[in-house]
RNA sequence: GCCCCGGUAGUGUAGUGGCCUAUCAUCCUGGCCUGUCGAGCCAGGGACUCGAGUUCAAAUCUCGGCCGGGGCGCCA
């Protein structure tokens, strides 16, 4: 007989059935007693009366929550039960019997700390609502992927070991590599733009980015996932008009493909477009609310609330100063401003990308004038020697969206192992 | 990197010098119960982060270690 899944039960009108799974919860009346099964599908009332099988009865009542058990029974359509049917049992197997105490709850009516429920993140991820986080982030990259693949972006994969720093600033991972020091990569950034050159134009690569940043905050992780993109013969605009496909078909597809993930979820409705402000404009809002702050200046988290107070949702801030950009940022008309934006969620960044410098002489030129070493980018600023296109992208953070979407306070809860300044396990 | 805060049963908490033989819920063990669905009822079990100090007396005050949380900076 083939294991069936608890909502297939529900939906398929069979007379007999084997099913697997958890032990969610036991409730012994007595003469009768109702084991509640879980499994990823959801949870089905297995009923038991003492008086037929007195040996099954107390085999299986005696055993502890979140064992493992097999069993095959008849199956039960009952008013009584909350999803209409349940199984009688005949048989059951133990497949792996649950020490006690468990580290964590999983039925239990109190909840356990973030951190607590990190160490014990197999049990944790038991639950439902905890499970559907990552259902929600398995579906926006499955979109992401689609949305891409039909706009003719290839994925790719670039190294994450490598010699030196992508852009200066954010602090590297650094180890032993043979007998050099080789560090993991912050950011596949310097990469997807060599590949700018080849002629692939359209590029994407879903994959992990490291910084040893010492932050220890509810929105950054030392190994978080990065959504990057890059487009030959484009500019920041057209970029920014492809993030918009791909965010608001993420929402379409969570709309239309998993309606039973939306409860709970932030997904606006009817949104197109997400207006474009530049940094100068955003500052105003900031100086008319009364924050002091000098053109020029990175914006605050005390600034960027005050924006977002006077924003939607979703909306691009464009047109930063050069100065507190990266030096692959293409300069704007004036001579302050770069074609670089972010996208926000309120106050949060969520993805920042810009048209990028193409021209040789120009970047050398940037990269000097911020202090780094030429030397080490001559591998990158190679491929801008030989016949370089125009071309823009950004890197949306997996983590990020997702935290938005499912309103999480805390990053780590769209990881399913993170990694921050105290956590190295599990 | 800077600044604040916390650590009490498996989990989550109450307790601000003596009323603590430490509260409550959940949990675990045993018992009763043939329709539970946050099952109920009865009985039992289980904890003050570590070290030093102050004091007649420390979960409670002081110092240090360890572990953790939050904010800012920076970033995705």
Redesign the pocket.
């Given at each position: 007989m083939k294991r069936m899944y608890c909502r297939e039960i529900r939906e398929s009108y069979v007379q007999e059935a084997e099913v697997a799974g958890w032990i969610h919860?036991i409730?012994?009346?007595?003469?009768?007693a109702?084991i509640l099964l879980r499994d990823r599908t959801g949870i089905l009332?297995l009923?038991l009366?003492?008086?037929p099988n007195k040996e099954l009865f107390k085999h299986l009542t005696?055993l502890?929550?979140e064992s493992v058990i097999r069993t095959k029974g008849k199956v039960q359509r009952?008013e009584?039960?909350?999803n209409g049917f349940?199984i009688l049992p005949e048989s059951a197997e133990v497949l792996s019997v649950a020490a006690?105490?468990?580290?964590?709850?999983v039925?239990?009516?109190?909840?356990?700390?973030?951190?607590?429920r990190l160490d014990n993140r197999f049990l944790d991820l038991r639950k439902k609502e905890v499970r559907k986080i990552f259902y929600l982030r398995s579906l926006l990259l499955k979109s992401v992927r689609r949305t891409l693949e039909n706009e003719e972006f290839i994925e790719t994969h670039t190294p994450k070991i490598v010699a030196a720093a992508t852009e200066g600033?954010?602090e590297l991972f650094p180890f032993r590599y043979f007998e050099r020091e080789a560090y993991l990569n912050q950011?596949p950034q310097l990469y997807k733009q060599i590949l700018m050159s080849t002629g692939f134009d359209r590029v994407y690569e879903i994959g992990p980015a490291f910084?040893a940043?010492?932050?220890?905050?509810?929105?950054?992780?030392?190994e978080?996932t990065?959504i990057d993109i890059e487009m030959a013969f484009s500019n920041h605009h057209d970029v920014m008009d492809l993030l918009e496909r791909v965010i608001v078909e993420g929402y379409e597809t969570v709309r239309k493909e998993a309606p039973e993930l939306m409860e709970g979820m932030n997904i606006p409705e009817n949104v197109e477009a997400f207006p474009r402000i530049t940094y100068t404009e955003a500052l105003d809002i900031a100086k008319k609310k009364g924050l002091r702050i000098e053109w020029g200046e990175?914006l605050?988290?005390?600034a960027l609330r005050l924006i977002a107070g006077e924003s939607p949702d979703l909306y691009f801030i464009t047109d930063w100063p050069d100065a507190?950009k990266p030096f692959y940022a293409m300069p704007g008309e004036d001579d302050r401003t770069c074609r670089s934006f972010?996208l926000m969620y309120r106050e949060?960044?969520?993805?920042?990308g810009a048209q990028r410098v193409h021209d040789y002489e120009l970047l050398k030129k940037r990269i000097a004038d911020r202090g780094l070493d030429i030397e080490d980018f001559g591998f990158y600023l190679n491929a801008f020697k030989y016949g370089m296109p125009p071309h823009a992208g950004w890197?949306?953070?997996a983590?990020?969206w997702v935290m938005t979407v499912a309103g999480l306070e805390?990053?780590r809860e769209a990881v399913l192992f993170p990694r921050d300044m105290?956590?190295l396990v599990p």
């Open positions: 919860d409730r012994n009346l007595g003469g009768i109702f009332q009923t009366l003492k008086k005696t502890t929550r009952s009584k039960v909350m349940e006690v105490p468990l580290p964590l709850g039925a239990d009516k109190v909840e356990s700390e973030l951190d607590t600033g954010t950011s910084r940043e010492g932050h220890d905050t509810v929105r950054h992780l030392n978080f990065s990175d605050s988290m005390e507190i972010d949060k960044e969520v993805t920042s890197g949306l953070g983590e990020r805390n990053i105290h956590r």
